[in-house]
C-alpha cells in the first residue's frame, strides 16, 4: 500500500487538530534537538 499526497496531508491536518499549534512548534524543536544529536 502506498501513501499518496493526500494521505500525508489529511494526517498532518488530523495531527495538527489533536496537538494544537503550540505543541507542534514545541515537538518540531525537540525533534531537530534531537536530530541534530543522533547525527
Known amino acids: 500500500m502506498s501513501v499518496g499526497p493526500w494521505q500525508i496531508i489529511l494526517i498532518v ?18 525533534l531537530g534537538k534531537g536530530m541534530k544529536a543522533f547525527k
Open 13 to 30: 491536518l488530523i495531527i495538527l487538530l489533536l496537538f494544537g499549534k503550540g505543541k507542534i512548534s514545541s515537538f518540531m524543536a525537540d
